[in-house]
């Protein structure tokens, strides 16, 4: 699809939204929700809560190693599950599992992951969080095709592969929770809807050193469902081939109606009566979530980690929102609770059916109980007068789509290009929910409006979740590698409708 017809569209479809009002702060058809975006409801009746196990995605085995790197191959193809009981759903997977298989590395050794493309369309795959040369990165036009395709737009691609391609990760950075997730232009957000993504875990020997207690993770998507369990999404294009976006009533974003986590509806996770590290992503296109448990544990939510790794000292909440592509590191403990007692995860943002997350079940067993440290790290931290220079981004929606400074994405526009080894200050104003995510760069949030930074925002972060009417301001420290990178409003349909731009880092 050319540029010009491109934004040809994206024109005419986001006319025709704000002649119908879409976009306010409060979602359309959402009573209560605090996320920009439309309520897709389900055409099948939907599962009662609480009657399916949690799973919990496999660990990828490496299909080899060597002194330095460890290689592994997923397989990006159709697959049918059953996510509603009783039906069966077809995805678009990796290795055939939603969420994808989690690959756990470990700072110092390369991961080198060969993605084999048999999809009837081109993807690309991006390691969220990761410190990644731009060759491995996912920039959005750097496809990867299966084998017989023919180009749709082949004026509008940069580093193409057909079959196969392979992503290498230094991965020269601190223990975190990062994801993988498909980054194709303009096509984000059905990607991601139908099942592309899943877990990359990074450990080190500070971590290693607390003594974490075992872990869950616990990937949360919503998603709607046809009533034959196939999956819904308003794709103007279902084939996902030629043209982007999604019909009117969802240009502000797509919310679904059915809590998935890991791919399960309103699961229970039955937990000894112990700690427990809980590794939480908000997976979701557009959703925003405010977590809370009930009834709560002694100590609350004790937040040990963010999007960058581990906090300096531990932050104790009775609540904590994430938005989408956000991630929470947090330590509950379970040894308080009477064994048969059930602990729900609310979403307080939403009523109804979307106000329940999943639900932790007491059992007996007692396990080994765990003492948060006071401290743990060192996080250095970045300051206004550090910085080089200072830009103003403004992130609204406009007359060619959800624009960054007026401008819809164009791979050859470039916002920025800060020299690695730099701190710089980004000024970021919106004007509804936009989720903020930069590849490559960690940022800390110096401060929001005349205040200084909320409760969630401590740490590195590489998504910040920016509110309606907000400015906000990060130093972000540019190092790891030259090339050419983007950052993006993470509400993936905002993403595919152009809210995005460059940054270019020179040595």
């Known amino acids: 699809m050319s540029t010009v017809s491109r934004r040809a569209f994206l024109g005419a479809g986001i006319a025709a939204g704000i002649g119908l009002g879409v976009g306010v702060p409060l979602s359309l058809g959402v009573s209560g929700s605090s996320s920009t975006g439309n ?13 399916v196990s949690l ?9 080899r190693r060597d002194a330095g790197t460890d290689y592994y191959e997923i397989t990006q193809a159709p697959a049918t599950a059953t996510v509603i009981p009783g039906t069966r759903t077809e995805l678009w997977a990796y290795n055939g599992t939603f969420p994808g298989p989690t690959i756990v590395s470990r700072r110092g050794r390369t991961t080198a992951v060969t993605h084999t493309n048999r999809l009837p369309v081109p993807t690309v795959t991006h390691l969220h969080g990761g410190r990644t040369p731009p060759d491995s990165d996912g920039y959005p036009i750097d496809f990867l095709y299966p084998d017989g395709y023919r180009p749709m737009h082949a004026h509008m691609t940069g580093d193409v592969q057909v079959g196969s391609r ?35 875990l990074v450990r080190d020997d500070e971590e290693d050193a607390l003594g974490l207690p075992r872990e869950l993770p616990l990937m949360i998507t919503d998603r709607s469902f046809d009533d034959d369990g196939s999956l819904l999404y308003p794709s103007v294009d ?95 403990d379970f040894s308080g609770y009477a064994p048969g007692t059930n602990v ?20 007996e067993r007692r396990a080994a109980s765990f003492t948060v440290p006071d401290r743990l790290t060192t996080i250095a931290p970045l300051t206004e007068s550090q ?5 103003n981004l403004h992130f609204a929606r406009g007359g060619v789509g959800w ?12 916002a920025a290009r800060p020299k690695l080894g730099t701190v710089e200050v980004w000024r ?77 880092t020179t040595a």
């Not at 799973?55 to 299909?63: F, K, S």
């Not at 624009?403 to 470039?414: D, V, Y």
């Not at 400015?471 to 590698?481: H, L, Q, T």
Request: proline content about 9%; glycine content about 8%; charged content about 20%.
């Open 39 to 51: 309520l897709l409801r389900s055409r099948l009746p939907l599962p009662p809560a609480f009657r």
């Open 55 to 63: 799973p919990i995605p496999q660990v990828l085995a490496p299909v």
């Open 166 to 200: 392979t992503y290498t990760y230094p991965l020269d950075q601190r223990a975190a929770t990062l994801w993988y997730h498909d980054h194709r232009m303009d096509f984000t957000g059905p990607s991601v809807w139908r099942g592309m993504a899943g877990f990359h």
């Open 238 to 332: 279902p084939t996902l081939q030629v043209t982007p976006g999604v019909t009117e009533a969802y240009l502000p974003g797509v919310l679904g109606d059915v809590m998935l986590v890991n791919g399960a509806p309103w699961p229970v996770a039955h937990v000894d009566k112990g700690a427990y590290r809980l590794r939480i992503l908000n997976a979701c296109n557009a959703r925003r979530l405010d977590l809370r448990l009930d009834p709560q544990p002694a100590d609350g939510l004790v937040q040990i980690g963010t999007d960058g790794g581990l906090l300096a000292a531990p932050l104790r909440h009775e609540n904590v929102e994430l938005a989408p592509a956000q991630r929470l590191d947090a330590i509950v």
């Open 344 to 363: 729900t995860l609310y979403n307080d943002f939403d009523g109804g059916r979307m106000h329940e997350v999943m639900r932790f079940r007491v059992g």
């Open 387 to 391: 910085a080089v220079t200072t830009r």
């Open 403 to 414: 624009l960054i400074n007026g401008q819809p994405f164009n791979p050859n526009t470039i």
């Open 428 to 504: 970021l104003v919106t004007d509804f929910h936009h989720p903020v995510h930069l590849h490559l760069a960690p940022f800390q949030v110096l401060s929001r409006g005349l205040s200084g930074p909320r409760p969630f925002d401590a740490g590195w972060k590489d998504t910040i979740d920016l509110r309606p009417a907000e400015e906000a301001a990060i130093a972000i420290r540019f190092d790891g590698y030259a090339g050419k990178y983007v950052f993006h409003c993470h509400n993936l349909e905002h993403e595919d409708m152009a809210m995005m731009g460059n940054f270019v």
